[in-house]
């Protein structure tokens, strides 16, 4: 079965940074990107980024451009997303999602596998 595991949140200061990770298994890579979303309280699940197999293509959504970076490790098992510079409004639960299969990259119903998230909370 594919697991994703996302790890790393935590509550911080505003102007502060956390790093999440999400760690798959029981999941090949090849020829699939993977990404970062995350749900405020009140509102729809959004993309915040998102990376390919290979690393060459990263998208971000306009409000984190700057400030978040989104990498993977060299055995693809493992995604990352720094977070800088963090605002009160970032708070939100942060999902890890893999295998965008279609429609556009920040859109949650284009991805097959999903993580349970882990809670961002910036004050």
């Known amino acids: 079965d594919v697991q994703l595991v996302e790890s790393g949140g935590g509550s911080v200061q505003a102007g502060g940074s956390l790093r999440l990770s999400c760690a798959a298994s029981g999941y090949t890579r090849f020829g699939h990107s993977m990404a970062w979303f995350r749900q405020r309280p009140g509102k729809e699940r959004e993309g915040v980024a998102v990376i390919d197999d290979v690393g060459s293509r990263t998208y971000y959504a306009d409000s984190v451009k700057g400030r978040f970076t989104i990498s993977q490790d060299s055995a693809l098992t493992t995604v990352y997303l720094q977070m800088n510079s963090l605002k009160p409004e970032d708070t939100a639960m942060y999902y890890c999602?893999?295998?965008?299969?279609?429609?556009?990259?920040?859109?949650?119903?284009?991805?097959?596998?999903w993580g349970q998230g882990t809670q961002v909370t910036v004050s």
């Open positions: 999602a893999a295998h965008w299969a279609q429609g556009h990259w920040s859109k949650p119903a284009g991805y097959v596998h």
